[in-house]
């Protein structure tokens, strides 16, 4: 079996109670690494630590916070004492026409998908130096290498945080600590089954016509599995990826036609 190496370590994930989030942290636990989950909602966050402390006997601690906020954000740091690797990961904002948008929409955009990351990153960054060890993975968006004209506050926000972890990452990267991110296509999530539900209503179709549509424009015919999406995050945090620096990995089935 292979050792990713990083079994006892301790990881903060957000955003980890269902979804992409999730699968990451299961995916980590399954490596051995002990985990401080977040998410908003406390019942949600207890079941899915209690499925993973049952499936892979890791310490798992709950903090049910709001990590766009600082209270939030200093009750999971506070949780986590030393924190070897950071999974950031926030929902992203809603759709609509940019002429709609005042700076608050903004700010509000900012805050949740660059800002509570940048905050996580500046806590853990130092520590991480000095024990020359640190792995730190935005999840974000495949829409940061093609933008979708209808999430443009995503678009943006995300964005914003690759540039800055571009420029990070190669700052910390002579002391072991990598800075990456993974970009999502579309995953079996209940974001996804919004998005169907949604388009259904708005077409006048089948959910399940919906659903056949999204897979057959998928080179893979298929949505991504968030099983898959967790052990790309996982490899992305071993102690084998220390070459690993300022990259962008995008996991969405091929959708995105580019050589690069």
């Keep these: 079996m292979l050792d990713f190496g990083i079994a006892g370590k301790k990881a903060v994930v957000c955003a980890s109670s269902k979804g992409l989030g999730f699968g990451c942290a299961d995916a980590l636990a399954a490596v051995g690494v002990n985990l401080i989950m977040n998410a908003r909602t406390a019942e949600t966050l207890a079941n899915a630590a209690d499925r993973i402390r049952d499936k892979h006997g890791v310490e798992v601690t709950e903090v049910a916070a709001d990590i766009t906020t600082d209270e939030g954000r200093a009750a999971v740091l506070e949780a986590a004492g030393h924190v070897d690797i950071l999974v950031n990961n926030a929902g992203g904002p809603p759709p609509g026409d940019f002429r709609d948008w005042t700076r608050e929409t903004w700010i509000k955009a900012l805050d949740a998908n660059m800002l509570a990351a940048f905050e996580?990153?500046?806590?853990?960054?130092?520590?991480?130096?000095?024990?020359?060890?640190?792995?730190?993975?935005?999840?974000?968006?495949?829409?940061?290498?093609?933008?979708?004209?209808?999430?443009?506050?995503?678009?943006?926000?995300?964005?914003?945080?690759?540039?800055?972890?571009?420029?990070?990452?190669?700052?910390?990267?002579?002391?072991?600590?990598?800075?990456?991110?993974?970009?999502?296509?579309?995953?079996?999530?209940?974001?996804?089954?919004?998005?169907?539900?949604?388009?259904?209503?708005?077409?006048?179709?089948?959910?399940?016509?919906?659903?056949?549509?999204?897979?057959?424009?998928?080179?893979?015919?298929?949505?991504?599995?968030?099983?898959?999406?967790?052990?790309?995050?996982?490899?992305?945090?071993?102690?084998?990826?220390?070459?690993?620096?300022?990259?962008?990995?995008?996991?969405?089935?091929?959708?995105?036609?580019?050589?690069?």
Aim: include cysteine; hydrophobic fraction near 40%.
């Design 120 to 260: 996580l990153i500046k806590a853990v960054v130092d520590p991480m130096i000095e024990n020359k060890f640190g792995r730190i993975v935005n999840i974000t968006s495949g829409s940061v290498k093609s933008p979708i004209p209808m999430l443009g506050l995503s678009n943006g926000a995300r964005a914003a945080l690759t540039g800055f972890c571009a420029g990070l990452s190669r700052q910390v990267a002579q002391h072991n600590v990598t800075v990456n991110g993974l970009l999502p296509g579309q995953f079996n999530t209940d974001r996804i089954e919004s998005l169907i539900t949604n388009s259904a209503k708005a077409e006048g179709r089948s959910r399940e016509d919906v659903r056949a549509s999204l897979e057959e424009r998928n080179p893979a015919k298929r949505l991504g599995e968030i099983e898959e999406f967790g052990f790309a995050c996982a490899w992305m945090c071993s102690a084998h990826s220390g070459y690993l620096t300022g990259q962008n990995i995008l996991i969405d089935g091929g959708s995105f036609n580019s050589t690069l």
